[in-house]
């Protein structure tokens, strides 16, 4: 009578356990020494068994949590840090393409001027100081192209991290239904062991 009191108590324990595990798998790999992947097959290989099912110890359990909360952190962290390059990128580029703008209509201006003209207070040859603004300006583009292309590296990074991001919770959703449709079929069982007992 107390056995049969005491598998039930027992099962559930061990229901909860096997869930967490199963929830926390579908989460995220941490870059750390071993891989999420690690943590789970050595803590189900390290745990007791009882009957067919794993017995694990809290402490474990606990750690493989707080393994799993770093690495959801750090890849939050991570699309917080991208997302704020992008911006700041976003508004280089644009002061950038002002600066190319306006550069372009003082040359504008210029070509339209003498031979003879006032460069910072000095007259200089208009060869001369075509020269030094053609310069300034591909100076600005290649500054463009570079900024554009960081942008367009951290864009990338970033659609990857995001995509990354909806594969693990689609894979989290999967497991979650797994689980819980091992969870009725146990609980199934253990009714209908329950019941033969009776």
Partial sequence: MVSNYIQPIMFKKIVFFASIILFSNALFSQENDNTIKD???????????????????????????????DSVTVLEQKIIDANSKIKEQENTIIAVSNDLKSTQENLTVSQGKEDGMSFFGINTKKTTYNLVLWSIIGALLFILILLFY????SHSITKETKLKLSEIEDEFDVHRKKSLEQQQQLSRKLQDELNKNK
């Fill in 150 to 153: 960081k942008y367009k590296n």
């Fill in 39 to 69: 943590q789970f097959n050595s803590v189900i290989e390290k745990s007791n068994s009882y009957q067919e099912f794993k017995v694990i110890e809290k402490t474990k359990i606990n750690k493989l949590r707080k393994n799993i909360l």
